[in-house]
């Protein structure tokens, strides 16, 4: 064990002194504030000198002008609201010929038959449409008026009808219909989303190490200096420090993203981040993380100490190579019923099991003990297995110099 | 008889059907150079990595100063097949594997750059490795297996693949550091090396034992004198001059290869008259020709091997 922490530390070392680590380790977070802000930067440069310029003709036969004028301010609106009275072609020739005009018409006829025209020019900004649709509220308001209706009729109007489909089960916990029930059920989803995100990355970022893990076996044997390493320490103590080498150099990778990603979201978005994120749901997402990463770090060692030539990989390891991202196939069925069939094999099948972990315990309120349980136990089962096997053929693969092992080598390695 | 270090008792391996050695015995002692000799494929690696602890022997047993708990520590092994990780410093490198030696990081630095200096690598300590000629990342290995002051030291083919004025540089170091007490088992096929350095061979052979023992002794007895004629004569006539173990014609060049217990004026006085000499010269095989012979399966020394046995 003692061997084993030298070759983490070295490890750890080497890859913190190479120039091209540090920089994808600051650039990565970068490049992510970067590609999340670029579109709604793109947007405001798009959006803004058109929507300045919407010039509103209105034609008020119902004196609404007012009221619109101070629902456009409130609502921060960028219209220019001009009212216009008589002939209503002279102005439809004049919107038709500009850019960002619009015109129209509060007439009782448009009160009666439900139906309010707005001409506009042929360029006129994307969210035009549906700003418009804030008139309806006084329009209908106007309606009410003229139907001489009850303020209370109005309000039982107005409330509409929403259909609410809930599982049995939630009906008999409590009654969860009155609106500060609601309010904390957004909390809680967040409260679960943030630490299940925050795992998703951990897992992610480890996951990615882990390849180079992969890398490092293979170049080991490359560089031919498995030899005498393997003259200091045995293979399993190279192999244990290299998984928990590339494991703390995960760790020091998240830990990095975060310190730049945390306050920039947190900032922007305004959510209380930390206090999502230490909640005590984030102490099992993160074991099922770090179990992901031993599963993954147990197969990259292996098939790495069997390849010497990356760009003559066979099939077989490249297959090997596409095995943590297995649980992209089974996320489309997962996010739309969270506690069906798919996810449930996706659970317990290991390969696929921490991600898919993961994810469902994000989404769902009520966590299926009983399934983390038997998921957690098979993991487990598979991380020794997986450990064991690694371990028989980095001994033999590391030392095999000049070729990539086939597949049927490695059958044999795995029973001799 | 010096300390003995190592010693080695019929070692055996196979892999899968495969006999790769069998019945493999020898001992290093303090202070000397015992060369392990062989053609490629013979096994000098596998004995190797046996005694090292990369592979486990089918059968025999290794000892280290009596004990069959081998010291990774205190041996230092420079591998046949030899690399070192490419984007890093030559002083971290060599930190780390005197760090894997267990042997402390401050001694370590004094001696590394001490022997980067010896070996004409002054500042070169921050240096990458990959930006080292073959012949510097070579210097940087050797100092990598005896930076922690190995008791043993093991060399596998030391000398390959370095320049002349290299090899003497690694000739020199290897002489002081057996001198200093240093036991060392040097593997290699560059027979004038071995002839040179070390005190006592071991010679092998689709991984059995041929020769073994010293070198003064190897040569006495099996270093036989040899007769080169040149001109031109029958076989025949060659093949039944008296002490003559066996010929080898090659158009108008014959080597005769004399029996060992020759005696040279003798033998020159009983030569026929009809020879046709242009040319004469005796002289002793060479532990290059000994080589040779076993490689290419000639048998004349194993022969010999079996009735000094």
Known sequence: MRNSWKVAKWELKRNMKNKSFIISLLLTPLLFIVFASFPTLLEKLEGEPDSENVTVYVKDELNLFDDIDSLVKSQDLSWKMEEVTGDSKKILKEIESSENQAYVALTDNAVKTGEVKVFTSNEMPDTFSSEVQFLQEPLRQVKFDQLNLSPEVVQSITKGIEIKSEEASTQTDSGSLNPSDKQSADDSSMERIIPGAFAGIVLFSIVMTGMMIFQSASQEKKEKVAEIVLSSVTPGDLMQGKIIGYFILGLVQVGTWLLLVVPIAAWRYELPVMEYLFVPELLLLLAISIAGYLMFAAIFVGIGATVEDMTATSNFQGIVMMLPFLPLIFLGPILANPSGIIAQVATYFPLTSPSILILRLSLLDEWPWVEIIIALVILLASIWLLMKLAGKVFKTGILLYGKNATPSEIWKWLRY | ?309
């Open chain 2, 1 to 309: 008889m010096n300390e003995r270090i190592l010693k080695v008792e019929r070692l055996g391996k196979s892999f899968k059907d495969k006999r790769i050695i069998s019945d493999i015995s020898f001992e290093v002692h303090r202070g000397e150079i015992m060369g392990i000799l062989g053609p490629n494929g013979a096994g000098k690696s596998t004995t190797i990595r046996n005694i090292m602890g990369i592979m486990y022997p089918d059968e025999g047993s290794i000892h280290f100063h009596g004990n069959s708990e081998i010291p990774r520590h205190k041996i230092g092994y420079l591998p046949e097949e030899r690399g070192l990780y490419k984007n890093v410093n030559v002083m971290d490198i060599l930190l780390y594997f005197a760090e894997l030696k267990d042997y402390p990081q401050k001694k370590a630095k004094k001696r590394a750059l001490e022997y980067l200096e010896k070996f004409g690598l002054a500042g070169k300590e921050n240096t990458k490795v990959e930006e080292l000629s073959k012949g510097m990342g070579q210097k940087v290995q050797l100092i990598a297996a005896i930076i922690h002051e190995p008791e043993l030291l093991i060399l596998d083919e030391p000398f390959s693949g370095l320049d002349p004025v290299s090899q003497e540089v690694f000739k020199e170091e290897i002489k002081e550091l057996a001198a200093n007490g240093t036991a060392i088992l040097l593997s290699s096929h560059q027979m004038n090396m071995v002839e040179e350095l070390c005190d006592r061979l071991f010679m092998i052979h689709r991984g059995k034992k041929v020769i073994y023992g010293e070198m003064e002794d190897v040569k006495r007895e099996y270093a036989n004198f040899k007769c080169t004629i040149i001109g031109d004569n029958p076989e025949e006539l060659l093949r039944n001059i008296p002490s003559v173990h066996r010929v080898e014609s090659k158009e108008d060049r014959a080597i005769l290869y004399l029996e060992q217990d020759v005696h040279i004026p003798t033998w020159l006085r009983e030569l026929p008259v009809e020879l046709n000499v242009y040319e004469l010269i005796i002289d002793r095989v060479s532990l290059h020709e000994i080589f040779i012979d076993i490689a290419s399966d000639k048998n004349m020394i194993v022969k010999e091997g079996v009735k000094y046995a």
